[in-house]
């Protein structure tokens, strides 16, 4: 199948979709995540506004893949909804939907968005325009993977879906996403310890049973609700945008591009996906 890999980011989808789909086209208008994603794919990337994207330039593909902005169905971005101007891509693309008629579809929001009035709003369209759809509820460690990402997944095609298969176990224990020789760098201040010592999240590094919290773009930035902290015999660290980014399940072959500032490549990562929950959401839509 030819895919559109809408609000495209650093190319999560498209890393989840492999050899399994072509991607024909992917949307972004951040120049930051544009930079990573040309430093790993070929295909065509167009920084457009989708708030105002037209009929043609969405036209000629089997899928639509759509990550759109979280913020509006955060509590953290005052659960504004429909009533947030960060919706306007995705009401422009469901306006187009009905008349571009792709066979299929699919979408990646916070869990959060499951109550929300876009998602009603996303439904009436899909019934109307005469899509099957199905909606996950889905966190990678579901899958075996150490790391919480839940998400809400919806599915949607013009013919009947297959069911989803059985969740694959396709994680390891923590130690194994973990660099070998950690960038010293990465290891925080006794004072940042001292000072958040009842709410930093830490890990141990070589628990099997380690389980780490969500990354958000905040990670770095933001000492607490931003992802967890592991501890090796060298102290308390922060993870790698590369080790976060294999957390995610992105290949190895996956790079960030030379000079990348780290702040900026753990905002990158943290906005992105969970490839193997991504690849679980999609199955019944790509070739066996
Ligand atoms: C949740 S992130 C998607 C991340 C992506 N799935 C990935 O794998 O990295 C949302 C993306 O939508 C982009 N975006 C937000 N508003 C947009 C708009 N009006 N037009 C195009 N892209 C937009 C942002 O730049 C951001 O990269």
Redesign the pocket.
């Known amino acids: 199948m030819r895919w559109l890999e809408l609000?495209?980011?650093?190319?999560?989808?498209a890393a989840a979709l492999g050899a399994r789909g072509e991607v024909v086209r992917a949307?972004?208008?951040?120049p930051y995540?544009g930079r990573v994603y040309r430093h790993n794919y070929d295909h065509p990337l167009e920084s457009?506004?989708?708030?105002g994207v037209r009929k043609q330039q969405v036209a000629g593909a089997d899928g639509w893949w759509m990550?759109?902005?979280?913020q509006p169905f955060t509590v953290r971005g005052n659960q504004r909804d429909l009533d947030d101007p960060?919706c306007?891509?995705l009401l422009r693309l469901l306006t187009l939907l009905p008349e571009v008629a792709p066979r299929a579809l699919a979408l990646?929001n916070v869990a959060t968005f499951r109550t929300s009035r876009a998602r009603r709003h996303l439904l009436e369209v899909l019934d109307a325009a005469g899509y099957h759809h199905r909606e996950l509820d889905l966190c990678p460690t579901a899958l075996g993977v150490p790391n919480r990402r839940r998400r809400y997944y919806l599915v949607a095609s013009r013919e009947p879906l297959p069911p989803h298969p059985e969740p694959e176990q396709v994680g390891r224990p923590l130690s194994a996403y973990l660099d070998a020789e950690p960038d010293p760098s990465l290891y925080v201040e006794e004072r940042l310890r001292q000072r958040y010592r009842h709410a930093l999240p830490v890990v141990d590094a070589d628990d099997p049973t380690a389980v780490t919290y969500c990354y958000t773009s905040a990670y770095g930035r933001s000492p607490v609700h931003a992802g967890s902290y592991v501890r090796d015999a060298q102290g308390v660290r922060r993870l790698s945008p590369r080790e976060i980014l294999r957390l995610l399940h992105f290949p190895e072959t996956y790079a960030l591009p030379p000079g990348l500032e780290r702040a900026r490549a753990w905002s990158?990562v943290g906005?992105?996906?969970s490839v193997a929950a991504v690849r679980h959401v999609l199955a019944p839509l790509l070739p066996r």
Request: glycine share 10%; charged share 15%; with cysteine.
């Open positions: 609000f495209s980011g650093i190319g999560g989808a949307v972004d208008q951040s995540a457009w506004n989708l708030a990550s759109p902005p979280c960060r306007r891509p990646e990158l906005n992105s996906v």
